[in-house]
């Protein structure tokens, strides 16, 4: 293999190392704001099932508006 092959072949493998680099990078772009969006979800999630929460109330009625059983 001559010195020509071998430096052709470094070059060729560099430049496929900074694909292979800016690729990781853009992928680790992608999974940080993935990753956010899915915290923000969470978060509004939580939000939503207090006010659902709240809205549904207790099962049980209070006492002043429960009706008497039928043998009052």
């Not at 680099?21 to 993935?34: C, F, G, K, M, P």
């Not at 939000?47 to 209070?62: F, H, M, N, T, W």
Request: aromatic share 2%.
């Amino acid at each position: 293999m001559t010195n020509k092959d071998c430096g052709e072949r470094i070059e060729t493998l560099e430049i496929r190392l900074s694909h292979q680099e800016a690729a990781i990078d853009e992928l680790t772009r992608t999974l940080l704001r993935q990753e956010q969006m899915l915290n923000e979800q969470v978060q509004i999630i939580d939000r939503l099932q207090v006010q659902i929460r709240s809205l549904a109330g207790s099962p049980v009625a209070s006492s002043d508006d429960e009706t008497p059983p039928p043998h009052y």
